[in-house]
């Protein structure tokens, strides 16, 4: 896939923001970037045609524009019709949304273990930052795929995560193979 140089730049600020911890400057990096959402959304291709996991889920596209042990920068496509389950990052995350609405619920650490704690909808032009504890699952609504940039302040394929059983908000080692399991049809 082919970015703009726009988004060129954008990564390039962003890795010595991300050197020194600074989420606020690659949120307003971001917040920047998508100001213009539907102007950069016009610059960003779309993916072809995007084949279902192993289980048959068709959940989006994923292009990482950059990776390394500071950054992981990509564009993620969200389809409509999954609720994917709740994950954390073990990192910092800043999403913002260029195209279309990403449902995210979150969910919160106690004592006893993980439960529901708040949803949110990120329209086109949206921006938002997870902690390094911060636990979410997103979907897109019926009809509106989602678009956005997600940016994290680490490696996200090296990092050690956790996903959380849907229904029983278990803990789990997170993997490719274990996250198509727990993906849920959208009601």
Same mark, same amino acid.
């Given at each position: 896939?082919?970015? +703009?140089?726009?988004?060129?730049?954008?990564?390039? /600020?962003?890795?010595?923001?991300?050197?020194?911890?600074?989420?606020?400057?690659?949120?307003?990096?971001?917040?920047?970037?998508? +100001?213009?959402?539907?102007?950069? /959304?016009?610059? #960003?291709?779309?993916?072809?045609?995007?084949?279902?996991?192993?289980?048959?889920?068709?959940?989006?596209?994923?292009? #990482?524009?950059?990776?390394?042990?500071?950054?992981? #920068?990509?564009?993620?496509?969200?389809?409509?019709?999954?609720?994917?389950?709740?994950?954390?990052?073990?990192?910092?995350?800043?999403?913002?949304?260029?195209?279309?609405?990403? *449902?995210?619920?979150?969910f919160a650490r106690t004592n006893t273990?993980?439960?529901?704690?708040?949803?949110?909808?990120?329209?086109?032009?949206?921006?938002? #930052?997870?902690? &390094?504890?911060?636990?979410?699952?997103? +979907?897109?609504?019926?009809?509106?795929?989602?678009?956005?940039?997600?940016?994290?302040?680490?490696?996200?394929?090296?990092?050690?995560?956790?996903?959380?059983?849907?229904?029983?908000? *278990?803990?789990?080692?997170?993997?490719? &193979?274990?996250?198509?399991?727990?993906?849920?049809?959208? +009601?």
């Open positions: 896939m082919e970015l +703009s140089q726009e988004f060129d730049a954008f990564v390039e /600020a962003c890795i010595p923001l991300a050197a020194n911890a600074d989420h606020a400057g690659v949120q307003r990096l971001l917040t920047d970037l998508i +100001s213009d959402h539907a102007d950069f /959304a016009a610059n #960003v291709p779309q993916f072809g045609e995007v084949k279902p996991s192993p289980l048959g889920w068709t959940l989006g596209g994923e292009y #990482v524009h950059h990776t390394s042990d500071e950054l992981t #920068v990509m564009v993620l496509d969200t389809l409509p019709g999954v609720l994917q389950p709740p994950h954390d990052h073990a990192m910092h995350a800043i999403i913002g949304v260029f195209q279309g609405c990403e *449902e995210q619920r979150f273990g993980v439960v529901p704690a708040a949803g949110r909808t990120l329209e086109a032009g949206d921006v938002v #930052v997870l902690g &390094e504890q911060a636990i979410h699952a997103i +979907s897109a609504p019926p009809g509106q795929p989602a678009r956005a940039v997600h940016v994290y302040f680490g490696d996200i394929y090296a990092a050690e995560r956790s996903l959380f059983d849907p229904d029983t908000l *278990e803990p789990l080692p997170y993997t490719a &193979e274990r996250y198509d399991e727990l993906c849920r049809p959208a +009601s």
